[in-house]
């Protein structure tokens, strides 16, 4: 790998920045536009649901992945809904993943899927239920 590629390697993010950027890989960049509009798409979907002002999106979204927003925010479970996302990102992954699988965007979809790995582990059903409990209590306790 060039030096270029080591450092983008270093700067992979599940995370991309608001406004697109150029990474100098093709790859990277689609990865990141796709993710860029799901996130936006998302934020929309949610705030449609909660009946406030959606802040608009410097990005295009698609139809597939505005469905797939309104598919995730209406599961009843958060858990469901990441369960969801990490199922739909895999096959955006997979679909835009090169055919060469020793070029340097093979690597950068293989450290994407790893990545999305780990931040799954992460997701502890008993912590979660805990923590919405922790949450909701006090939503109810400022109202009371």
């Not at 996302?85 to 096959?91: A, G």
């Not at 919405?132 to 006090?138: A, E, Q, S």
Request: hydrophobic residues 40%; charged residues 25%; contains cysteine.
């Amino acid at each position: 790998m060039t030096g270029r590629s080591l450092e983008l390697l270093n700067k992979l993010s599940l995370e991309p920045s608001k406004m697109p950027e150029s990474t100098g890989s093709s790859f990277l960049d689609s990865w990141y536009a796709h993710e860029r509009a799901l996130r936006y798409a998302l934020s929309q979907v949610r705030a449609q649901k909660l009946k406030k002002d959606a802040i608009p999106s410097p990005v295009c979204i698609t139809a597939d992945i505005t469905q797939a927003a309104r598919t995730a925010v209406g599961m009843d479970s958060p858990l469901q809904a990441e369960l969801f996302l990490y199922e739909y990102r895999l096959s955006v992954l997979n679909n835009l993943q090169p055919l060469d699988t020793f070029s340097e965007d093979y690597v950068f979809a293989y450290g994407i899927r790893l990545m999305l790995v780990q931040r799954m582990k992460v997701f502890d059903k008993e912590k979660g239920t805990d923590s919405y409990h922790k949450i909701y209590d006090t939503i109810l306790g400022e109202k009371a």
